[in-house]
């Protein structure tokens, strides 16, 4: 039995973002009884209970950490408890064959001495160095400094980087080539089967009602209410577009200083087409959304292989996606592909509104071809597998 211990996500089932949505997954989609999956969820001061530490589900052993502090130190503390409580599992269950997986760079100045705990244990370490973290705006000089030496130390040490874009692989192959890192190109998933509510089902149906959108007839995105995700080109853009349709965010976007800058410089509240609709964490009444949505805009420039684009590919016919690598080595032929250079999107969303239902229905073949092909949750859990068990 090889017994895979899973650190950094916020745990399952899945109320978040990319890694808690693929351990979700992973969990479910499992196939060999050879493998058990262990993982590890963050839990505050609140809601933690001492007697209740450990449980199941699909078919994993999931076991609590109380969150330490409320900051944004509070994941560095979360990933090493978890490693801690891991270890002491393997000893007391006298574990032998297993392999602690840790997802993002966050705890690169203390993996040196847990790593050789683990390799004393008889265990390998794996890590997921996600996307450019270092590069996100959020984070201040000092934090991003922090993270890049993070990074340079996790992949000093892992027995193994899982990078689930190819083009997050070739740059720590180039920039840490000194530590010769091994690497294995493992990309994300999204799931291909269409929403199980129907148009008219009443959740539906209050929802597209709740904000006077039609089925349609919008242009939507999804994701982290950030600057790198290029909300500021996108809504620009958008407000100076001809487009009758609206366009609609999914997004946390309430007390974030983008939504400042365009509440009071852009004036968007003026503008009725644009809809911040909040959250939502509903994934079948997500499915439908973007099921109905008239195409889906993709902003993000940083990072690997998004979630949000995948699941836009395999459920939008016409996906406008932000020029850069990582997203054109997902998206390919099925997508149309835009900069902030001035006026481009808008120009592109004119010939969106204006294209045939062929032209559309061609790209959405398109799209939906690179997810059955190459990113399905089933296609994902079967490398995995493979790599666990060799």
């Known amino acids: 039995?090889?017994?895979?211990?899973?650190?950094?996500?916020?745990?399952?089932?899945?109320?978040?973002?990319?890694?808690?949505?693929f351990v979700d997954k992973l969990t479910e989609y499992k196939k060999s009884d050879q493998i058990q999956y262990h993982v590890s969820a963050i839990q505050d001061n609140d809601d933690y209970n001492p007697d209740k530490v450990t449980y199941e589900y699909n078919g994993a052993h999931c076991f609590n950490i109380k969150q330490r502090i409320n900051s944004a130190a509070k994941a560095i503390f979360y990933d090493v408890d978890s490693i801690k409580f891991s270890l002491n599992y393997i000893k007391e269950n006298k574990i032998e064959d297993f392999v602690i997986y840790v997802l993002a760079c966050r705890i690169g100045p203390y993996i040196r001495k847990y790593k050789r705990k683990i390799h004393k244990l008889g265990g390998k370490l794996y890590v997921n160095p996600d996307g450019h973290e270092w590069k996100r705006s959020k984070w201040n000089k000092w934090i991003r400094r922090y993270w890049k030496h993070?990074?340079?130390?996790?992949?000093?040490?892992?027995?193994?980087?899982?990078?689930?874009?190819?083009?997050?692989?070739?740059?720590?192959?180039?920039?840490?080539?000194?530590?010769?890192?091994?690497?294995?190109?493992?990309?994300?998933?999204a799931e291909t089967s269409p929403s199980t509510l129907a148009d008219d089902d009443p959740k539906v149906v209050e929802w597209f009602e709740k904000f006077n959108i039609r089925y349609g007839q919008y242009y939507l995105m999804v994701g982290r209410f950030v600057p790198e995700n290029n909300y500021e080109t996108v809504?620009?853009?958008?407000?100076?577009?001809?487009t009758k349709k609206d366009l609609v965010i999914i997004s946390d976007h309430e007390n974030t200083p983008l939504y400042?800058?365009?509440?009071?410089?852009?004036?968007?509240?003026?503008?009725?087409?644009?809809?911040?609709?909040?959250?939502?964490?509903?994934q079948e009444l997500l499915k439908k959304i973007r099921e109905n949505a008239y195409a889906y805009i993709h902003g993000h420039s940083v990072g690997g292989t998004n979630p949000s684009l995948?699941?836009?590919?395999?459920?939008?016919?016409?996906?406008?996606?932000?020029?850069?690598?990582?997203?054109?080595e997902v998206a390919k032929d099925g997508a149309i592909y835009w900069t902030e250079e001035y006026a481009l999107l808008r120009n592109i969303i004119k010939r969106c509104d204006e294209a045939?239902?062929?032209?559309?229905?061609?790209?959405?073949?398109?799209?939906k071809a690179r997810i059955e092909g190459f990113?399905?949750?089933?296609?994902?859990?079967?490398?995995?597998?493979?790599?666990f068990l060799q």
């Open 1 to 21: 039995m090889k017994h895979v211990f899973i650190v950094g996500s916020k745990g399952i089932p899945t109320k978040y973002g990319g890694f808690e949505t």
């Open 150 to 189: 993070s990074e340079k130390k996790m992949v000093k040490h892992a027995d193994l980087l899982i990078c689930d874009s190819q083009g997050i692989e070739k740059y720590i192959k180039t920039e840490y080539k000194k530590y010769n890192p091994k690497t294995l190109f493992i990309p994300y998933g």
């Open 356 to 367: 045939s239902i062929d032209k559309r229905y061609e790209l959405g073949l398109q799209a």
């Open 260 to 282: 400042d800058l365009f509440t009071n410089e852009y004036k968007i509240s003026d503008d009725h087409r644009i809809k911040l609709v909040g959250s939502l964490y509903d």
């Open 375 to 387: 990113y399905t949750w089933d296609y994902i859990t079967d490398q995995y597998e493979e790599l």
């Open 310 to 328: 995948l699941e836009s590919l395999a459920r939008t016919d016409v996906n406008l996606v932000y020029d850069v690598s990582f997203n054109k």
């Open 235 to 242: 809504i620009k853009e958008f407000m100076k577009s001809d």
